[in-house]
């Protein structure tokens, strides 16, 4: 067993993990990532499309590309890595235990920076029933196949949903011979980006079947057909408009979950909208000294936004182990209300001088609408321009401090059409 | 191979499921010849697996049937069973939910049936009683049966650990074998015939499951029929809202127990099942409906139940014979003689193994098979590394032996690469994606085997010395890659 000391140590060597990271050492901090693959990157490793660091980097690039844009940067400010490392707990006082090839090591840590990632939705959370045969896979893992592993997932596939992933594996099947009967997805709505239905689905004709989703997979051994059917308003299939489509794959991009396995055995409180830790505008948790960014936190919708979450939490985290975060008592707590699902941070500190970042998302699409937020009953912001609001875009507002300072009661965040 | 060239089974035992590998386990004691004929690639992959693993007291037989005498036998002898074979128990107890004057009247009912079954620590308890114990219970429960003796297993593990055991002791196991004939020849010995091979046995008992009245009609017998009973099932996170730690059910029906909340062994939980007859021996599937009734089920049992903690549905088919009663059919058949049932185990066929597997083996001696005790019998069995159990220093150690221990491959379960490479290599070992999650729980977890599977694909091929297309998923014809892209 080996124990080492770090100013920061950080769970995950993904996009989050790794903007933290050199955040952290560029505060002169002492840090370590402990990664459970092989190598740095995670899930970027596997997209190898390009449309990563458009904001960035003002430049198109591709995971790969773009992870190792980070991965150059951890290596030249000689941070410490700890790949095939497998966190298996972490407790309230910062202490994190992990096991690799070499045995069990632990890591006593001035600050933790949770940087694990999400999961995708699979079947059995959606429970279709039918058959268990092989050939389901998630969008993520036929990515895997694919792009790593150079395996044919199967030979004609429907895909259900229409995230972000669903969407790119249905332009990367058809790019491999494996055809795409159609995307089918639950929602009135997409859920993926507008530049990915054009680019994915339009671009090689592949049919997008809103309001309709897979009733029943059949095929005990190997899948041979599926059962689609329109749904109504609640998101019940509608009798009489099942129809039976011949495939040997299902491929399911129907959403994404944060991992926060870890972050519960750390006492990390968790929202029950985001499924990820609550936190402060320093995107610490409520457990002092662990800080959250990425996926983990909450579902982002491009990387880049990762990144620049990731770079503030390794700062923090960094300032926090040196002693020298500031920290007011005076938080308020930043609310969702109407269309709006949930906020990230849910708390802010109105006296402290910073200005305030506020990411949200809406539940469902609003043609024309502006964000407000409030302040009790006074309005604190409000966004100039009216724009469309979709549930698969994460919105960013900055609040400027001068318009809290002072400010009593909760600040509640909406969407007006 | 000359058919008298053969050897000569003492005792064959057709169907590996829970029943089967019950009674090889118990003959492995006696000093005869035993083989176990399986039809699929695995043991256990039919109601065994599709099984929510309560070990019933016994207080729900009607007093004076075959169930009312083997269920209890069965229960008490697994606390002891899982220290000799080293399987997961977990003492749970049961509380059986009255939610009327009617239901209240059914738990006495249900109390004295256990008395006359002789299944100790049973009472009836309060509705306050009920809420002190489990918090989250609805507050229109104004009664329940409590049974404390009540254990959970994980019947796949408990059917493998009853195969090993009778493998080291000398049990000839045979998968993929599917019984196709069977013939008495003229020395009064039977002739089995497989889509692989013949055997030559003396005595037969028939553990075939939902197929037994078909292999019995090979024999020439019909003495009874089977039909499915078919169950939906769900798998419930281990992190629940509103955790439980004694399995519910509410009061029951002539038919069907009703739909419980189970707490499993390794600590995330089953709500099974509903109860249909099918007359399609092979649906295994699931249905909307079904999964609609379980969570109603759940609902009532615990109203805050959190329907997004379900990772997984599936359904399995419990044996029913038919005209029955709803009992056993075990017995030595009227017809053939040396044929021995053991037929129609529906729930509680787990609880009951076990002492299935005594009642069968008197059955056999009735029959005039001579038992003599094994010279060098071994009456234990080992299990495999559970490396998510070992303490820091033991995993040091294990990982200090073969660094593969300290590679995760299944993060939900905590699973590594060296358990996973055990479990291929086990004398009954896994060679399928599927049959290794059965025996490491890798990809059983909350992410469904999303991030790990490709790992598995992996060393099992590499282990198993086959190209990654070639490893099936399940059944025989259950590739997950479909060949190599461009």
Known sequence: MKTYKYDVVIVGGGPAGLAAAVSAKKQQAKVAILERNGELGGILEQCIHAGFGLHVFKEELTGPEYAERFIDQVEDLDIDVFLNTMVLDITKDRHVSAICGEGVLHFEAGAVVLAMGCRERTRGAIRIPGDRGAGVFTAGIAQRYINLENMKPGTKAVILGSGDIGLIMARRLTLEGIEVEGVYEIMPYPNGLYRNIINCLDDFGIPLHLSTTITRINGKDRVHSVEVAKVDEHRQPIPGTEREIACDTVLLSVGLIPENELSRKAGVALDPVTKGPVVDENLETEVPGIFACGNVLHVHDVVDYVTTEAEEAGEKAALYAKNALKKSDASVAVHAEGPVRYTVPEFVDPEDGADKK??????????????????????????????????????????????????RGDLTVSVEE | MNNELKKLYDVIVIGGGITGTGVIHELAKYDIDVALLERKNDIAMMATKGNGGVVHPGYDPHPGTLK????????RMYPQLAKDLDFHIRHTGTMVFAYSEQDLKKVDELCDNARVNGVEQVERITGDQV????????????????????????????????????????????????????????????????????????????????????????AGIHEYKIQGRHGNLCVVDNHLPTPIRTVMFPCPSPDTKGIALIPMPHGNYIIGSTATMRTNKEDTSNDAEGIQDLLDGAHKLIPNFDDGSVIRTFAG??????NNDNDFWICESETVPHFIHAAGIQSPGVASSPGIAEYVRDLLADAGLDLKPRPGYNKYRKAPVDFSECSDEEKDQIIAQDPRYGQIVCRCETVTEGEIVAAIHQPLGAHTVEGVKRRTRAGM?????????????????????????????EEDHSPVLLGHVK
Do not use: W
């Open chain 1, 358 to 407: 506020i990411k949200f998302r809406v539940g469902a699409p609003i043609e024309k609408g502006v964000t407000v937020i409030k302040a009790g009953e006074k309005e604190v912001y409000r966004e100039k321009k009216a724009h469309r609001f979709l549930p698969s875009n994460m919105e960013i507002h900055t609040l400027k401090c001068s318009a809290i300072a002072g400010v």
């Open chain 2, 68 to 75: 009312a005498k083997l269920n209890p036998r069965g229960a």
């Open chain 2, 131 to 218: 809420r002190n114990r489990e918090p989250y219970v609805s507050d229109k429960v104004l009664g329940a049966l409590l049974a404390h003796t009540t254990t959970m297993v994980d019947p796949f593990e408990v059917a493998i650990a009853f195969a090993e055991n009778a493998k080291l002791n000398g049990t000839d196991i045979f998968l993929e074998s599917e019984v196709q004939d069977i013939s008495k020849d003229e020395d009064g010995n039977f002739t089995i015939t497989t889509n692989h091979d013949t055997y030559r046995t003396r005595y037969i008992v028939d553990a075939a499951g939902i197929y037994a009245d078909d292999v019995a009609a090979m």
């Open chain 2, 317 to 322: 088919q419990r044996p029913v014979a038919l």
């Open chain 2, 445 to 473: 977890g909350r992410c469904q085997s999303g991030f790990c599977q490709f790992k598995v694909m992996k060393i099992l091929a590499r282990e198993l010395g086959i190209p990654e297309e070639a490893v099936k998923f």
